[in-house]
C-alpha cells in the first residue's frame, strides 16, 4: 500500500518531476531528444539535488522501516522458508512481497538495485540453504544405499526448484540452484562416482538417469561416466565381433551387420533415454563403435569390416533382393552407412565397393539405377566429392554407353543391318575396376569380328584419338541351341560361347583343337570347357577323364524343363585370391596418396621436423584411413630419392622441400 501511494502521488507531482527536475539530470538522462541536435557531455549528479517524489518516498521506507527490523525480518523470512521446506504451513506469499520490497526501495538505484536484497537476504539465505542440504546429505549418505540416494536427491533438488520460483528473485535462482547441487552433489561426488562402473556394467538404466541428472549441471562431473559408457560399448561389442569371427573363417554379412547394429541401437537408445542425446554420450557411442567395429583378429592382417560392409551393399543392390520394398531397401542402406562412418579404413571399402559395382553394372545385376545414385550420395555426403568421384564417374558411364550404343543401331539401320544382335559399354579405364583380359589374344568368330569392327568405326568417327581395348572376358551372350528337340535360349561368356560355335562343323573336337581354334590360355579353356561339361552342353567319355588331351563332344540329346537358361561362371564369385589382390591396390593407393599427402605439407611448410612431419601427414590422412608410421617413413624415403624433399644439411632429423 505505501508503494502504491508514492506512485499515486509521484504521478500527481508529474509535471514537478519533468520540468522542474531535469535542471539536476545529466544530458543523456533526459526522458526527451530532439532530432538533429547533439547534446553535450553529461555531467555528474549533485548528490544534494532534489529527487522525484516516489524515490524520496521509497528511500524514507528504506531508512524508517526496513533498516531498523531488517535482522528481525530476515529471521522471519528464514523461518517460513524452513517451515515450507518441512512440509509446515507457511506464508510464503506473503515472503514473496516482502522479498519484493527489499528490491523495489532500490528501485532508484540504477545499476545496483539488487545491491541491498542480495546483502540482507540473499547471502544469509544462501548460508542456510547450504547448512541444511549439507546436514542432509550427510544423514541420506548413512541411511540410504548409493541408488536409494540418488532417488532422494533427484527429489529434494527438483523440490527446491519448485520452491525457489515461488518467492526468490530470478537473479537468486541459479544461485540457489547451484547451492542446493554443490551439498547434495558435489560434496558426495566421490560416494557417487565410486558406484558409476557398477550402474554401467549392470545396465542400471533408471540409477544412471538419476545420476545424470544429478550430474548433467556440474562441470566435468559427467567424464567417468562417459568414460564407463564407451568402455562398455566397445567390450560388449568386441565381445560379439571376436565370437563371429572366431566360429568362422569367412563369416555371414548379415550376421556381422546384425551384431554390429544391435550393439549399436541398444546403446544409442540408452543414450537418448537415460543421457538425454547428450552430444558427450553420442560421441562416447561413436568411439566405443569404432574400437569394435575395426576389431582385427589375430590370424587376420587387415580388418575384415570394409569388405562386409561392401559385401552387404553388394546383396543389397544386386537384383533380385528378396523382400525388399523400397522403402526397406532406404532404411538398409541407412544402416550401412551408420556402420560406414565407424569404418577407419574407408579407402579399404571404396576399394571393395567400386568393384563389386563394377560387376553389377557390367553384368547387369544392378537392381536400378536411381538406387545406385542414391548410395552413392549417401558415401558422398559422409566422405565428400572426391572419394566418390570414380563411383559417379561410372554411373555416368553407364548412361553415355546407352546414348552411344543406341546412335550406332541408329546409324546401322539406316545403312545395313548387323550380323547379331549387339550391345557394348564403353567405360574409362581409369574409373573402372576392372581386370585385364586373361587372354588377350583369343580368336573371336567371324560373326563377331564384323560387328566388332563397324562400332569401332563408327567409335573412333566420333571421338579421335580415343583407343578401344575389349575385355571379352566380362561380355556375355545369348546363344540359341537349334540341335535339341526344342529350342533354347542360353546367357553365357564370351569364352563359353567360342567354345560352342567351335561345334557348329563338328561334333567333336579334343582340347588341344579347341585351344589351337580359339588361342585361349589352357588354364582358362579348361575351365571354360569344365563349365560346359557340368552344365551338360557338353559330353566327356569317362575313359578319356584321365588323358592329357581328352575328347569333348556335343550332347545332342540335351534336356531341360526351362527354355531360358544360364550358364554359371566364376566370374562373379568373390575368391580369396581378388579379396588379397584388393588389399594390395589398397596399399599401393596408399602409397601415393601418403607421399601426396607429404608433398603438400612440405609444400606449404619448406622446412619441417621430422616428428611434425609425420604428425601433419597424419593429420591430412586420418579421414580416410589410420595411417602406418613406418610407411609414412618409407614414403619420406621415396620421395628424397624423386628429389621432391632432402635432408637438411644442417640436420638430419629436418626435411626441405625442393621446389
Not at 547533439?38 to 533498516?67: C, Q, Y
Not at 560373326?447 to 572376358?473: D, P
Not at 583343337?513 to 589352357?522: A, H, Y
Request: hydrophobic fraction near 35%; include cysteine.
Amino acid at each position: 500500500l505505501y508503494c502504491q501511494g508514492a506512485h499515486y502521488l509521484d504521478n500527481l507531482f508529474s509535471y514537478f518531476n519533468r520540468v522542474h527536475l531535469n535542471k539536476y539530470r545529466p544530458q543523456d538522462s533526459l526522458d526527451y531528444h530532439v532530432p538533429g541536435i547533439t547534446l553535450p557531455p553529461a555531467s555528474p549528479v549533485d548528490p544534494n539535488a532534489p529527487v522525484e517524489i516516489r524515490n524520496m518516498a521509497l528511500g524514507v521506507w528504506h531508512m524508517k522501516m526496513i533498516d531498523k527490523i531488517h535482522d528481525r525480518l530476515l529471521v522471519s523470512l528464514l523461518s517460513e522458508i524452513k517451515k515450507d521446506r518441512d512440509s509446515q504451513e507457511s506464508y510464503l506469499s506473503i515472503v514473496q512481497d516482502v522479498i519484493h520490497s527489499l528490491i523495489e526501495v532500490e528501485e532508484y538505484n540504477k545499476g545496483n538495485e539488487l545491491e541491498y536484497y542480495q546483502k540482507v537476504f540473499e547471502e544469509s539465505f544462501l548460508r542456510d540453504t547450504g547448512n541444511f542440504y549439507r546436514q542432509e546429505a550427510a544423514r541420506l549418505v548413512a541411511d540410504l544405499s548409493p541408488s536409494e540416494y540418488m532417488q532422494k536427491a533427484v527429489v529434494l533438488l527438483q523440490n527446491a526448484k519448485q520452491r525457489g520460483e515461488k518467492f526468490l528473485h530470478q537473479s537468486s535462482m541459479i544461485k540457489f540452484i547451484r547451492e542446493c547441487e554443490a551439498r547434495l552433489v558435489v560434496d558426495q561426488m566421490t560416494y557417487l562416482q565410486a558406484y558409476v562402473p557398477e550402474m554401467v556394467q549392470a545396465e542400471q538404466l533408471s540409477d544412471l538417469s538419476n545420476l545424470f541428472t544429478l550430474f548433467s549441471g556440474i562441470p566435468k562431473a559427467l567424464e567417468p561416466v562417459k568414460k564407463e559408457f564407451r568402455a562398455k560399448v566397445r567390450q560388449e561389442g568386441m565381445s560379439a565381433v571376436k565370437s563371429l569371427l572366431s566360429s568362422k573363417d569367412s563369416p555371414e554379412v548379415q550376421e556381422f551387420m546384425n551384431v554390429v547394429l544391435s550393439i549399436h541401437r541398444k546403446y544409442k537408445k540408452i543414450a537418448q533415454t537415460v543421457f538425454g542425446e547428450h552430444k558427450a554420450f553420442l560421441a562416447a557411442l561413436d568411439e566405443g563403435c569404432k574400437g569394435f567395429v575395426n576389431y582385427v583378429d589375430t590370424h587376420q592382417t587387415h580388418s575384415q569390416s570394409p569388405r562386409l560392409l561392401a559385401r552387404y551393399c553388394d546383396q543389397l543392390l544386386k537384383k533380385g533382393s528378396k523382400g525388399v520394398g523400397d522403402n526397406e531397401l532406404e532404411e538398409k542402406l541407412d544402416n550401412a552407412i551408420t556402420v560406414f562412418q565407424y569404418i577407419e579404413d574407408k579407402d579399404t571399402f571404396q576399394k571393395f565397393y567400386s568393384r563389386m559395382l563394377s560387376r553389377r553394372l557390367v553384368f547387369n545385376n544392378f537392381s536400378s539405377m536411381e538406387t545406385e545414385e542414391s548410395m552413392v550420395q549417401k558415401l558422398k555426403y559422409v566422405c565428400g566429392y572426391e572419394y566418390t568421384a570414380r563411383l559417379q564417374r561410372m554411373l555416368v558411364d553407364m548412361t553415355l554407353s546407352s546414348t552411344l550404343v543406341s546412335e550406332f543401331h541408329d546409324l546401322k539401320i539406316k545403312d545395313d543391318a548387323l550380323s547379331i544382335g549387339f550391345s557394348t559399354l564403353v567405360l574409362q579405364s581409369g574409373a573402372w575396376q576392372l581386370t585385364q583380359s586373361p587372354c588377350p589374344g583369343v580368336v573371336m568368330p567371324s560373326e563377331f569380328l564384323k560387328t566388332l569392327s563397324k562400332f569401332e568405326s563408327f567409335y573412333h568417327t566420333k571421338y579421335c584419338g580415343r583407343c578401344l581395348s575389349w575385355l571379352h572376358h566380362l561380355a556375355l551372350g545369348e546363344l540359341k541351341l537349334l540341335y535339341t528337340k526344342k529350342t533354347y535360349l542360353v546367357t553365357m561368356t564370351t569364352f563359353q560361347l567360342i567354345i560352342m560355335m567351335s561345334f557348329e562343323s563338328s561334333d567333336s573336337h579334343t582340347l588341344s583343337s579347341l585351344q589351337r581354334n580359339t588361342q585361349l590360355e589352357m588354364k582358362e579353356l579348361k575351365s571354360v570347357v569344365q563349365s560346359l561339361v557340368d552344365a551338360k552342353f557338353l559330353l566327356l567319355n569317362d575313359k578319356d577323364s584321365l588323358s592329357e588331351d581328352p575328347v569333348f563332344f556335343i550332347n545332342l540329346q540335351y534336356v531341360n524343363r526351362r527354355t531360358k537358361l544360364k550358364v554359371s561362371s566364376l566370374l562373379q564369385r568373390e575368391t580369396q585370391q581378388d579379396i588379397e589382390q584388393t588389399h594390395q591396390l589398397v596399399l599401393e593407393d596408399r602409397k601415393m596418396f601418403m607421399q601426396a599427402a607429404i608433398v603438400r605439407v612440405m609444400k606449404h611448410r619448406k622446412t619441417l621436423k621430422h616428428n611434425q612431419l609425420i604428425e601433419e601427414t597424419i593429420l591430412l590422412i586420418k579421414h580416410r584411413f589410420i595411417p602406418n608410421i613406418p610407411l609414412i617413413k618409407k614414403c619420406i624415403e621415396a620421395l628424397i630419392d624423386k628429389q621432391y624433399i632432402e635432408r637438411s644439411s644442417d640436420s638430419r632429423d629436418t626435411y626441405n622441400y625442393i621446389a
